[in-house]
């Protein structure tokens, strides 16, 4: 039966609304849904292709445990394995106390699930030792939201970006992370083309190519340039003195620091124009000016010093509270936001109250009918995963989120996880780098699959409902947090009392009982009222019938006497400083088509085909420098780890600077990922760490023995059964590629050949032994060796390359790769394959990247239609590239911009 059900995207922040159809209990697809006030319709790359990533076979789906530390899990039922981890985690509390036990939670989790983890630490077991990976994210935001305006709530909405004159985007590459947003700032500058938009990174993004003005500050150097820019916005006269009269606190101390922030000290600082800044300040000055920011700001060590200078700005010309105007933090992860309201941290409580409040602590006691909630603040992150190295945390509980990736310096990270002496993971997913470290496996529902509510970037909160049931023996994450919390509360000699949830519906009304009287009070709201008059923004409280669009229209702020406190920051430089040894700054972030540690779009081969290996980017100058051709292998190195990878030039990147995507950890490249070098030091207020910036050192490396091997199949255990074999090389990378079923791809280089064994294991694996249909050719003098498996289609009968294993010449691959991808077989082919030539036939040209995904429309392609002499209108009417989610239209001008010249 064919059923649609409305949802919401799992991907980022922006929460788009989603419509899921489903058919006989399975997803088979999805759309944007036009009603949903966050994306009215549209989704990008990630989100339209949601549906493919509802497949099972790297699902987790039965619980597994071990009994001993070095035992391989096995499958077993929920009551063993409940049973086991409450006896588990009830001996720890009862010998070593509360605190010896750890829950490290996420944002992906739905509120329901976020609250009742919260409660089973805080109102249970009696510790705060319950952190999450919003650590890692939006905690800074957070503590620069409470500094200057007194609770953590983003006071501006989407909206704004339609009202706005001066929008001004810092540490955020919108285009990639939030690209729906990125839409609404497409759709409000062609509707209002005199709206100037301002980028502040050190990396020229897709995002900073659409801007009018792209300041490409040194990293870390935000809190100057925000200084610099009050400072010439005071010399200006463009400060509201009313605003700063009425309605804060601060403003004489803070223009005592601006004074030395110089227009001249601050470029040299910033390695910018002094003309570059003084626009800046102009246009800002002028307003409405909206800021929207993201984890160039947060991920830092001096994280809440840069929220609260350019909250600054904000107060100090009046832009927060009216149209078009406000300091906006874009939250990352689906539900960060509900996470932050149910206080699921460390530091916080429900209902955005404080720990170290002793009314807070009280009314959360009273709400949940308990003696006291502890009053020390909790591990947070970094924290949490030291304690549990040096053995002061015994056992931690992992939900919805893969720290054997995600955290910095993840050889210390693994080293706890190797220490502790209990770990459950309860994930969604088998196919993570956590996975291995845990003792007890908890399979979770995921996308699709559960009800409960999330609260997006601009404080609007959804109702998702299931579209299909539980697959396999699959719980969803509450339920299982509900039926540990039961089991553990008798194990405790406890009532059983503060778990009675049969549905997330109760949860729900408990938590919201729980904003009663607060700044985002929602006892106006009910799943019934969000199921018949949409998602909704908070406050709504009982007395309204609607959610408040923007807040502090009226000036008052939620600090004791109203009034909304000016930050003093300082700009201070990086934790790792680049030097002779060390000399290049290595930035991390996202890419346009990948989640995280890709446990989600790693199953997808479309998702591939923008990036499909882990590369890191450098300026062409260092490249030269250092004698590096695009392609050559290189290992990053500092004092915490190294990683060998693909270097490539990019004309994004500043000299002395590098990038590497997130994305890549261990299942999908030999080697931990870019986290393997990334400082675990952070901010002393948000105890955000700085995932964002390290100093790196760079050395070329020439490894002798080459493979490239291409396998059509969507079969996820064939891509498991390679990745077994990337530790084997030094270096290797995994994934897929092409569109439909697509294809398993490794590429690997070590400096010998390695064992013959480990090649006829893989040959075994791909199909490709003796008898196969297929090419072969040797030449072991040369230590050549290629492999084409050539099979009739199915449906045309047609011959197809269906497989391919190149040892030694590797070079055709990429032609190879797109003769697989359209299926045809030639003679020219079986030519190539079995003489020792080192280079496709003349005339073969790779597509290079596919840069439209949904139409696949490939980077030369488009290079070439532009060199013709066309502009954007016509190519997307020739090629109807950026036509249909529009997540590539940045990368479309961008390549207008750099190829229409040349044309010209
Ligand atoms: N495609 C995709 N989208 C995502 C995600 C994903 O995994 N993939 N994840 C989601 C999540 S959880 C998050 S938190 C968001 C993150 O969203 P963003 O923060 O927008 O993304 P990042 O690429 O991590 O970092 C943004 C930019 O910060 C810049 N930067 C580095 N150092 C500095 C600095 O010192 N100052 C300034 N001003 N900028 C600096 C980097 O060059 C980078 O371009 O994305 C969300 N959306
Ligand atoms: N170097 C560097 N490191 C970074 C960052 C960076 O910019 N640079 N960014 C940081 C940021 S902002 C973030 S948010 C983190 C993200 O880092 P992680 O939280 O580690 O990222 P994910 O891969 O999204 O992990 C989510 C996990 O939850 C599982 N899952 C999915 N759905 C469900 C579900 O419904 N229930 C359960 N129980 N599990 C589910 C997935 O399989 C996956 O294993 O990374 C941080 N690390
Ligand atoms: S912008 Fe893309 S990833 Fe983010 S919620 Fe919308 S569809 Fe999902
Ligand atoms: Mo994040």
């Known amino acids: 039966m064919l059923k649609e059900t409305r949802s919401t995207c799992c991907y980022c922040g922006v929460g788009c609304g989603v419509i899921i159809t489903s058919e006989d209990d399975r997803i088979t697809g999805v759309r944007g849904d036009p009603d949903h006030p966050a994306n009215f319709g549209r989704l990008c790359t990630k989100g339209s292709t949601l549906h493919l990533t509802a497949k099972l076979d790297t699902r987790v789906l039965q619980p597994e445990m071990r009994t001993s530390r070095h035992s391989p899990r096995q499958p077993t039922d929920w009551d063993t394995a409940l049973d086991h981890v409450a006896d588990r985690f009830a001996e720890t509390i009862r010998e070593h106390g509360p605190n010896s036990v750890a829950f490290y939670i996420s944002g992906q989790l739905l509120t329901e699930d976020y609250y009742v983890f919260n409660k089973l630490a805080k109102g249970l077991i009696g510790t705060n030792n319950v952190d999450t990976n919003s650590r890692l994210c939006m905690s800074s935001a957070v503590s620069g939201y409470k500094l200057t305006l007194g609770a953590d709530a983003p006071p501006a909405c989407y909206e704004d970006i339609d009202h706005t004159a001066c929008l001004f985007i810092a540490g955020s590459n919108t285009a990639y992370a939030h690209p729906i947003i990125f839409r609404r700032i497409e759709d409000a500058k062609a509707r209002n083309p005199d709206m100037k938009i301002v980028v502040v990174d050190p990396r020229r993004t897709d995002t900073a190519t659409f801007a009018d003005l792209h300041l490409a500050i040194q990293p870390g150097t935000d809190v100057a340039l925000f200084n610099g820019m009050l400072h010439i916005m005071l010399w200006e006269g463009m400060l509201d003195q009313a605003f700063i009269r009425e309605h804060t606190n601060g403003f004489d101390a803070l223009k005592e620091t601006v ?70 933090s874009l939250t990352g992860q689906p539900n960060a936001m509900g996470g932050r309201e149910v206080g699921g941290m460390a530091n916080l409580l429900s209902g955005h109250r404080d720990l170290d409040n002793p009314e807070h602590r009280a009314e959360v006691a009273a709400l949940w009918g308990v003696e006291d909630v502890p009053a020390t603040p909790g591990k947070t992150a970094v924290e949490m995963f030291d304690a549990l190295k040096s053995g002061e945390i015994k056992a931690i509980w992992i939900a919805c989120t893969n720290p054997a990736h995600s955290m910095p310096d993840l050889n210390q990270v693994r080293a706890a996880l190797e220490n502790a002496e209990l770990v459950v993971l309860q994930d969604a997913y088998g196919n993570t780098d956590t996975n291995i470290y845990a003792d007890v496996v908890l399979p979770a529902t995921s996308w699709g699959e559960k009800e409960g509510t999330v609260t997006n970037s601009e404080r609007r909160i959804t109702h998702i409902t299931p579209a299909v049931a539980k697959p396999g023996a699959a719980r969803h994450d509450w339920e299982i947090v509900v039926d540990f919390a039961q089991r553990l509360e008798q194990r405790l000699g406890k009532a059983n009392t503060l778990f009675n949830y049969l549905v997330p519906e109760t949860i729900f009304n408990e938590h919201r009982e729980s904003t009663r009287g607060r700044d985002l009070d929602i006892t106006g709201l009910s799943y019934q009222i969000l199921d018949t008059q949409g998602p909704q923004q908070w406050p709504l409280n009982e007395k309204v019938s609607t959610g408040l669009q923007r807040l502090y229209s009226d000036g008052i702020f939620p600090k004791p006497d109203g009034r909304a406190q000016f930050h003093i920051a300082h700009y201070k430089p990086t934790a790792d400083k ?26 997808v081969a479309q998702l591939f085909n923008h990036v499909d290996e882990p590369v890191i980017s450098l300026n062409q100058q260092d490249m030269e420098r250092r004698q590096i051709k695009p392609g050559d292998l290189v290992k990053v190195s500092n004092k915490r780890g190294s990683l060998t990878l693909r270097a490539q030039p990019s004309d994004e990147i500043q000299p002395a600077q590098s990038f590497i995507p997130m994305h890549w950890g261990s299942q999908f490249m030999s080697g931990l990922g870019c986290n393997a070098l990334m400082p675990s030091a952070f901010d002393k207020i948000s105890r ?217």
């Open 259 to 328: 004074r030395e922030y110089t227009p001249k000290m601050v470029a040299d600082i910033c390695g910018i124009r002094e003309a570059d800044l003084v626009t800046a300040a102009k246009w800002f000055g002028s307003g409405p000016s909206l800021s929207m920011y993201c984890m160039g700001l947060n991920q830092s060590i001096h994280g809440s010093d840069k929220n609260a200078a350019l909250i600054n700005l904000h107060l100090a010309t009046g832009q927060i509270g009216k149209p078009g105007a406000g300091p906006f």
């Open 578 to 603: 680049t030097d002779a040894r060390q000399p290049l700054h290595l930035l991390t972030g996202r890419l346009r088509d990948q989640w995280h540690g890709m446990s989600r779009t790693g199953t």
């Open 688 to 904: 955000q760490p700085e995932l964002k910036h390290t100093a790196v050192k760079l050395e070329k490396v020439e490894l002798a023995w080459q493979m490239t091997v291409m396998r059509n199949s969507n079969d996820m255990h064939l891509l498991e059964a390679i990745r077994r074999l990337l530790p084997g090389f030094d270096y290797a990378s995994c994934g897929l590629y092409g569109r439909g079923n697509g294809m398993v791809v490794l590429q690997a280089a070590h400096h010998a050949a390695p064992d013959a064994a480990v090649i006829d294991a893989l040959d075994a694996l791909l199909g490709m032994t003796e008898g196969a249909p297929m090419l072969n050719y040797q030449d072991a003098r040369r230590g050549i060796s290629k492999r084409i498996l050539v099979e009739p289609d199915v449906a045309t009968g047609r011959q197809q390359v269906t497989g391919v294993r190149l040892i030694g010449e590797t070079l055709a691959a990429e032609w190879l790769r797109e003769v697989m991808t359209e299926g045809q077989f030639s003679d020219e082919l079986r030519r190539w394959a079995l003489a020792p030539l080192s280079a496709p036939p003349t005339g073969q040209r790779s597509r290079g990247k596919i840069v439209c995904n949904c139409l696949n429309v490939a980077e030369n392609e488009i290079i070439d239609t532009i060199q013709m002499g066309a502009d954007f209108i016509t190519l997307q009417n020739k090629l109807k590239c950026g036509t249909q989610c529009g997540s590539c239209v940045p990368e479309l001008k961008k390549l207008v911009q750099l190829h229409g010249r040349t044309a010209a």
